[in-house]
């Protein structure tokens, strides 16, 4: 995986680094990964990765919508750390993005979903038909700490970037107060009180939509 090639093409409003599907608790149910492909293309991307919360179970699908319209996936999650802190853990290999999947299956925090306080989580095919739901919340804890990260996945195959940093809930920012000394390949800015800096101390900037409905 070329990682500065797609962090330019972020910087050229390219690559999306940083969507979310109907299967995320939090996202509208018409986010499949076929409207996900689609849109992308419609925004003029090249590249779009489907990063729902602490799963990847939708990205077989997203492969399959990507490959009919000619938009290049990439495949993870955002990954809610022990600290509850949001990380994107991002790769170009559908397989290792599953590995990675069923290492954080094991490890997140299971209550059961209620559809009707936290919403559904519908595991989708290309078709758009529903294969079947997560049981438990997908936007629980993981235990796995901001820095045992790297334990699990190799930082030459991955892009491990933090979510929306200047945000005051579930970023580093907000929860360590400093971005500690770790090998990410850039750090997220979200819209809102974004300054347009290019770099956060040693770390490359990236804005992404951080999509969770069709009309954001």
């Excluded at 994107?88 to 999947?101: E, H, M, P, Q, V």
Aim: charged share 25%; aromatic share 8%.
């Amino acid at each position: 995986m070329d990682k500065l090639s797609i962090i330019e093409l972020n910087k050229q409003g390219l690559a999306d680094l940083h969507i979310h599907s109907c299967l995320s608790p939090c996202a509208d149910l018409y986010m499949s990964p076929r409207f996900i492909a689609n849109n992308a293309v419609e925004r003029g991307l090249k590249v779009a990765a489907l990063t729902d919360h602490n799963t990847s179970q939708n990205c077989p699908a997203f492969k399959s919508a990507c490959e009919k319209v000619g938009l290049i996936p990439l495949f993870g999650m955002e990954l809610n750390t022990r600290e509850e802190i949001h990380v994107l853990c991002i790769t170009d290999d559908l397989d290792r993005a599953l590995a990675f999947d069923k290492i954080v299956s094991e490890k997140i925090s299971k209550f059961k979903n209620d559809p009707l306080v936290f919403g559904d989580q519908p595991v989708v095919n290309e078709d758009e038909e529903v294969l079947y739901q997560i049981p438990y919340y997908l936007g629980g804890a993981v235990s796995i700490s901001i820095d045992h990260i790297f334990d699990y996945i190799d930082s030459e195959k991955w892009m491990v970037i933090p979510s929306h940093i200047n945000r005051k809930r579930n970023s580093l920012i907000s929860h360590l107060g400093f971005i500690p000394d770790l090998p990410f390949d850039a750090v997220e800015v979200a819209k809102a009180n974004d300054d347009g800096r290019e770099k956060w101390g040693n770390y490359i900037v990236v804005r992404n939509s951080d999509m969770h409905r069709i009309e954001a």
